[in-house]
């Protein structure tokens, strides 16, 4: 990879570049949890209801890891990019919660930066995951007192080291359940209304769980969804919890969980799947297993990396 695509480079031609690495974002604890619900849902207060039962869950999974991790990424990437360029800048922002994407832009452009490579953690170039993120960075551009130039680099979900990360993950899950196993791969549902406005979510997630099954050589496996809403209305199927019941059916008792859909621990990983799967397997005499996510491996910063520095970019290279 030529040293001019690396972030920083541009400085030696005038332009200041920085990497902006966008993630959801997470209450740190109990006393951010109903301003981040606040900004989930759009502005409208959250019931208190609501707080209680998302205070109960962050709890117990001794809230999230998700800042934590991502500054992780964060400085592991700046790291890696300044081996290519000593003046690489790496930023994180979220788009609910401190710090905010539309905060994040015009304070690097008060610094002195010209030009942002922006990321969005979640590896799908789906609209429903990217639309926020494309609010954000307009909303930041509005704000900065001089013109900032913002590259959305988004649909990073076929790359071999994402790929490899969780294969490699799965192969050592694998090696301490003996016998026969099953393996799930799993990504968070959707409203079934945005299949229908075709959003390629369906198309981009099975992809991944493909690429990833075939790097991991997964035999037998199948791909579920997970964490659907708890709304009226129809949520993308089937639920992971069916699927585990059919397969137990079948003889399948062992049974790993890999939530590619992810590629950090928060509360779909933690709740979700550790507390609320993990008890509904039990029930139906299901020995559950779940896969670690890559968090802050350095195959998953490879992964950013690679988008981060390609001189071109096209989604899903």
């Known amino acids: 990879m030529a040293a001019e695509s690396a972030p920083g480079a541009g400085e030696r031609t005038g332009e200041k570049t920085a990497v902006l690495l966008m993630g959801y974002g997470s209450p740190r604890g109990p006393e951010d949890l109903p301003g981040f619900l606040r900004e989930v849902l759009g502005g409208r207060e959250p019931p208190a209801e609501m707080v209680r039962e998302y205070h109960r869950r962050y709890d117990l999974i001794g809230w999230s890891p998700q800042p934590r991790v991502t500054e992780s990424l964060r400085g592991k990437l700046e790291k890696r990019l ?7 800048r790496v930023l994180l922002a979220t788009k609910h919660w401190a710090p905010h994407i539309a905060e994040a832009i015009p304070e690097a452009v008060e610094g002195g930066v010209r030009r942002v490579v922006a990321i969005p953690l979640s590896p799908f170039a789906s609209p429903w995951v990217l639309r926020p993120y494309e609010q954000a960075i ?3 551009r509005k704000r900065a007192k001089r013109p900032v130039s913002v590259e959305l680099r988004a649909g990073w979900h076929l790359s071999p080291a994402l790929a490899k990360a969780w294969a490699r993950s799965i192969e050592r899950t694998l090696a301490e359940v003996p016998g026969d196993r099953f ?5 968070h549902s959707l409203p079934k209304r945005q299949e229908e406005a ?29 964490s659907a809403g708890n709304t009226t209305e129809p949520w993308l199927g089937p639920d992971v919890t069916e699927r585990m019941v059919h397969q137990a059916e079948r003889g399948h008792r062992d049974q790993l ?3 590619i859909g992810f590629v950090f621990d928060h509360l779909e990983t933690l709740y979700d799947l550790d507390e609320v799967v993990r008890t509904f397997a039990e029930k139906h005499g299901i020995r559950y297993h779940r896969v670690p996510l890559p968090n802050d491996d350095d195959l998953l910063v490879e992964a950013l990396e690679g988008v981060a520095t390609a001189p071109l970019w096209t989604p899903g290279a």
């Open 82 to 88: 300044r081996l290519r360029d000593p003046d690489a």
């Open 138 to 140: 307009a909303e930041g």
């Open 183 to 187: 393996t799930f791969l799993t990504a």
């Open 198 to 226: 075709h959003d390629p979510y369906p198309r981009l997630v099975q992809e991944t769980a493909g690429r990833v099954a075939q790097a991991a050589r997964l035999d037998p496996w199948e791909f579920t969804y997970q």
């Open 257 to 259: 969980v890999a939530p």
